[in-house]
């Protein structure tokens, strides 16, 4: 058995026992770090011990072994977490994106056997028990069919699926008993939005159907690729798709800068488009889910299991944002955040001078690529904002969260942005936004 290889916990009791570990864990770090932090003399805060990188380790080795929606939700703070969190803890927490654990060979026998009957490798030429890849949800193994066809086979773990509800309300209580969330900040409907996502990943007849949905939306965008579902053996928790090869995305970073800006141009369009054009987008920003062709130069898309509908509001709510954002218009894109409840009344009364000091910087920043290129990779005015926007985290009676929905789309909006940071794309941003406004 690899050091990767574990079972999926899937019975109630022993995936409870697992948020046992954690919180045990890390309330034994807790105390560890504190006393060694007031031997030295220290008074240390309660959130400064458990956001240390030893109870970073411990969260992501535990939420790796039980996959699923608990795995998911931490691979969702790595990604929002952003500029925000110190680069250690950043760089941990990201550890979920790509060292999920994989189920051992016993398992999935038995997951390939309940999905397709005992005879099942009569279809295959050939199938490699090792995963090409371990997500959250499930992982991917290379195929031959026996007609010749190539194929990626995506395995959903098991009781994954049955224990999504469950997960996400233990890893709603262990954030609710570590302090890190005001008291009065009501989580209830980002958790049944998180379910009913996270249901709907978990159904592979639903992906394959957006997967053939995006194919239809691109089919004349020769910059991309996707896969196409292999209906004869698709089941419920059995995706098999197309296998295309490619390299990962992040590759472009070592490419002429011609190459790596036609390509992160062509995913800037995407974005833009699945926003105000396609009327659905895929809001899982997670950068394996795209990979690179050198030899075409085209981007491989996959993974379409978050792919979730745009409604008209929603589209004319990002184009007013946009539209007062081109125009510099600082109060209007206070009004537009308030409106659209990515920031609430509370923040804007009470900060209004840091909150329209934020607003200012990022649009200076955007303008003064007016006529040029935008450099992604110049994050200098970060470290000021940040500055500015201290005293609203501070205040964390005033927090709110943003409508779910809204939650999802800007997930992935602001983890493409973080991916053309990564690859320090140069593009005509305000080119490109201008026609969307």
């Given at each position: 058995?690899?050091?990767?290889?574990?079972?999926?916990?899937?019975?109630?009791?022993?995936?409870?026992?697992?948020?046992?570990?954690i919180a045990?864990?890390?309330?034994?770090?807790?105390?560890?770090?504190?006393?060694?932090?007031?031997?030295?003399?220290?008074?240390p805060?309660?959130?400064?011990?458990?956001l240390t990188?030893?109870?970073a380790?411990k969260?992501?080795?535990?939420?790796?072994?039980?996959?699923?929606?608990?795995?998911?939700l931490?691979?969702?703070?790595?990604?929002?977490?952003?500029?925000?969190?110190?680069?250690?803890?950043?760089?941990?927490?990201?550890?979920?994106?790509?060292?999920?654990?994989?189920?051992?060979?016993?398992?999935?026998?038995?997951?390939?056997?309940?999905?397709?009957?005992a005879?099942?490798r009569?279809?295959f030429?050939?199938?490699?028990?090792?995963?090409?890849?371990?997500?959250?949800?499930?992982?991917?193994?290379?195929?031959?069919?026996?007609?010749?066809?190539?194929?990626?086979?995506?395995?959903?773990?098991?009781?994954?699926?049955?224990?999504?509800?469950?997960?996400?309300?233990?890893?709603a209580t262990?954030l609710?008993?570590?302090?890190?969330?005001?008291?009065?900040?009501n989580?209830a409907?980002?958790?049944?939005?998180?379910k009913?996502?996270?249901h709907?990943?978990?159904?592979?007849?639903?992906?394959?159907?957006?997967?053939?949905?995006?194919?239809?939306?691109?089919?004349?965008?020769?910059?991309?690729?996707?896969?196409?579902?292999?209906?004869?053996?698709?089941?419920?928790?059995?995706?098999?798709?197309?296998?295309?090869?490619?390299?990962?995305i992040?590759?472009?970073?070592?490419?002429?800068?011609?190459?790596?800006?036609?390509?992160?141009?062509?995913?800037?369009?995407?974005?833009?488009?699945?926003l105000?054009?396609?009327?659905?987008?895929?809001?899982?920003?997670?950068?394996?889910?795209?990979?690179?062709?050198?030899?075409?130069?085209?981007?491989?898309?996959?993974d379409?299991?978050?792919?979730?509908?745009?409604?008209?509001?929603?589209?004319?709510?990002?184009?007013?944002?946009?539209?007062a954002g081109?125009a510099?218009?600082?109060?209007a894109?206070?009004?537009?955040?308030?409106?659209?409840?990515?920031?609430?009344?509370?923040?804007?009364?009470?900060?209004?001078a840091?909150?329209?000091?934020?607003?200012?910087?990022?649009l200076?920043?955007?303008?003064?690529?007016?006529?040029?290129?935008?450099?992604?990779?110049?994050?200098?005015?970060?470290?000021?904002?940040?500055?500015?926007?201290?005293?609203?985290?501070a205040?964390?009676?005033?927090?709110?969260?943003?409508p779910?929905?809204?939650?999802?789309?800007?997930r992935?909006?602001?983890?493409m942005?973080?991916?053309?940071?990564?690859?320090?794309?140069?593009?005509?941003?305000?080119?490109?936004?201008?026609?969307?406004?």
């Amino acid at each position: 058995m690899s050091d990767r290889s574990r079972p999926v916990p899937q019975g109630r009791l022993s995936r409870l026992a697992a948020f046992g570990q954690i919180a045990g864990g890390v309330a034994t770090g807790v105390l560890g770090e504190g006393l060694r932090r007031m031997a030295q003399g220290e008074r240390p805060h309660l959130s400064d011990l458990l956001l240390t990188p030893s109870n970073a380790r411990k969260v992501t080795d535990q939420l790796s072994r039980l996959r699923g929606a608990a795995m998911k939700l931490g691979q969702m703070l790595s990604l929002d977490a952003g500029d925000m969190l110190p680069e250690e803890l950043t760089a941990i927490l990201a550890q979920l994106r790509n060292s999920a654990h994989i189920m051992p060979p016993h398992q999935l026998e038995r997951s390939l056997a309940a999905a397709w009957g005992a005879d099942w490798r009569r279809q295959f030429e050939r199938f490699d028990m090792t995963p090409i890849a371990a997500a959250s949800i499930g992982q991917v193994h290379r195929a031959r069919h026996v007609s010749g066809r190539d194929l990626a086979v995506k395995v959903q773990y098991p009781g994954v699926a049955v224990s999504i509800n469950a997960d996400i309300n233990n890893v709603a209580t262990l954030l609710r008993m570590s302090g890190l969330l005001p008291s009065g900040l009501n989580i209830a409907p980002l958790l049944t939005e998180a379910k009913r996502q996270l249901h709907e990943e978990a159904d592979y007849l639903r992906e394959a159907d957006q997967m053939r949905r995006y194919g239809e939306h691109l089919a004349t965008d020769s910059r991309f690729v996707l896969p196409q579902p292999f209906d004869e053996l698709l089941r419920p928790t059995v995706l098999p798709m197309d296998f295309l090869p490619g390299v990962p995305i992040e590759s472009l970073s070592n490419v002429s800068r011609e190459k790596r800006n036609a390509a992160t141009e062509a995913l800037l369009d995407l974005v833009l488009s699945e926003l105000f054009d396609f009327g659905l987008m895929q809001t899982d920003p997670n950068f394996a889910n795209y990979r690179w062709q050198p030899d075409s130069g085209r981007i491989v898309l996959l993974d379409f299991g978050a792919a979730r509908p745009v409604g008209p509001e929603t589209a004319d709510a990002y184009r007013q944002l946009l539209r007062a954002g081109l125009a510099s218009d600082v109060p209007a894109v206070r009004e537009a955040l308030i409106g659209m409840g990515f920031m609430s009344k509370a923040q804007a009364t009470r900060h209004r001078a840091a909150v329209d000091a934020m607003i200012g910087i990022g649009l200076a920043h955007i303008h003064a690529s007016r006529g040029g290129v935008f450099d992604f990779g110049d994050r200098q005015f970060i470290a000021e904002i940040r500055l500015k926007a201290a005293p609203l985290i501070a205040d964390r009676a005033s927090w709110a969260l943003p409508p779910p929905d809204k939650i999802f789309l800007q997930r992935k909006i602001s983890g493409m942005v973080l991916l053309l940071t990564r690859l320090q794309a140069q593009l005509p941003l305000l080119d490109k936004l201008a026609p969307y406004a």
